[in-house]
């Protein structure tokens, strides 16, 4: 039974990763532009909620590590020829994972809104660092004269410059990165993390060393929002600032708060909506002037969604097997009372 179980679990990922596989070949390149920016946001939402959902640590500086690792991006390809993507990946993650590091160390010697609010100011830190500074090149950002390729000899397996090669990796970074969470939360680790989000004091007197698993958390939570940022500057051409900026930090957030605090399947989800009700309030075709104020709209919308389904959108799921199951109850309770009565 529990063999059974497991493989049931996978045959979903794997329906959902031939459908997304699929795609390109039916969908225009506007309609394939814009699932590969959900990918990469879902890789970004993933990536927090392993902070916020696994760990309890809300963090309003995210984006500095998806932007870091996008502007190393665009700082280590060559103006001549396509960069080495395995030398840029390595190096991006490296960076920010160094950043993370550094970032965590202190800000997760406080806690609650100090801990919100130190993430926020190194995140805002980095942002004017990139922003003032010849570094960054201002606030025009970057270009990528060519995006960064894979080759072996005279082959070339990855050309990011490729649209359905750059899809194609966007997809396997996706399901790579919700592979190794799901590992993670299966894990001693994650019931460790999971631990240390419903009482932390608790955990410490077990015996566990609550810092060092935050801070590991903290790590590869910067790592996987770089991979995000490498996607990214690579699908743009280019990056900018604002990469780096709280209003990206808070859109994320926005996301898994969406979607469902907690759940993988949620941060996916969460993106999915997020990015698909920001593309449609943002449209002058669809809503002509109305789409100039495409954050008053969204924002109203997410106040409706966060007060109607405060578990997110994947609580659905749940409250749809609740209706379910009184429905059935109910109609047994019915059956069994005529039976009695006859």
């Keep these: 039974m529990p063999q059974s179980r497991s493989t049931a679990g996978w045959i979903m990922p794997l329906l959902v990763a031939g459908a997304l596989a699929m795609l390109p070949m039916v969908l225009s390149s506007y309609l394939q532009d814009l699932a590969l920016k959900i990918m990469i946001y879902a890789i970004f939402a993933l990536s927090l909620q392993l902070l916020v959902g696994t760990t309890g640590l809300v963090s309003l500086g995210h984006a500095a590590f998806f932007g870091i690792a996008a502007y190393v991006t665009a700082l280590a390809s060559p103006d001549a020829e396509a960069g080495s993507l395995l030398f840029i990946v390595t190096l991006a993650l490296a960076v920010t994972g160094a950043y993370a590091l550094v970032v965590g160390a202190l800000s997760l010697r406080t806690k609650g809104v100090y801990f919100i609010m130190v993430t926020l100011a190194f995140a805002q830190m980095a942002y004017y660092v990139f922003h003032d500074t010849p570094l960054g090149r201002g606030s025009d950002g970057m270009y990528l004269a060519l995006r960064p390729a894979l080759s072996f000899g005279s082959v070339t397996l990855v050309d990011l410059d490729n649209g359905r090669h750059m899809y194609f990796f966007a997809l396997v970074a996706l399901f790579c990165t919700y592979g190794i969470l799901s590992l993670v939360q299966r894990s001693r680790f994650g019931h460790a993390l999971a631990g240390i989000r419903v009482n932390?004091?608790?955990?410490?007197?077990?015996?566990?060393?609550?810092?060092?698993?935050?801070?590991?958390?903290?790590?590869?939570?910067?790592?996987?929002?770089?991979?995000?940022?490498?996607?990214?500057?690579?699908?743009?051409?280019?990056?900018?600032?604002?990469?780096?900026?709280?209003?990206?930090?808070?859109?994320?957030?926005?996301?898994?708060?969406?979607?469902?605090?907690?759940?993988?399947?949620?941060?996916?989800?969460?993106?999915?909506?997020?990015?698909?009700?920001?593309?449609?309030?943002?449209?002058?075709?669809?809503?002509?002037?109305?789409?100039?104020?495409?954050?008053?709209?969204?924002?109203?919308?997410?106040?409706?969604?966060?007060?109607?389904?405060?578990?997110?959108?994947?609580?659905?799921?749940?409250?749809?097997?609740?209706?379910?199951?009184?429905?059935?109850?109910?109609?047994?309770?019915?059956?069994?009372?005529?039976?009695?009565?006859?």
């Design 200 to 342: 932390e004091q608790r955990m410490r007197a077990a015996g566990f060393e609550t810092y060092w698993y935050k801070l590991a958390a903290f790590v590869l939570a910067g790592m996987l929002a770089g991979v995000a940022g490498i996607l990214m500057a690579s699908k743009n051409g280019g990056v900018t600032p604002e990469m780096l900026s709280w209003h990206e930090s808070g859109a994320v957030l926005l996301m898994i708060i969406l979607g469902g605090i907690g759940s993988l399947r949620g941060a996916v989800i969460g993106a999915i909506a997020f990015v698909l009700l920001k593309e449609f309030y943002s449209s002058e075709a669809l809503l002509g002037s109305l789409a100039a104020r495409w954050q008053l709209t969204l924002g109203l919308t997410m106040i409706f969604f966060v007060a109607l389904l405060p578990n997110g959108l994947v609580g659905l799921m749940s409250l749809k097997r609740h209706i379910k199951h009184l429905v059935s109850g109910n109609t047994a309770a019915l059956s069994s009372g005529k039976g009695a009565g006859k």
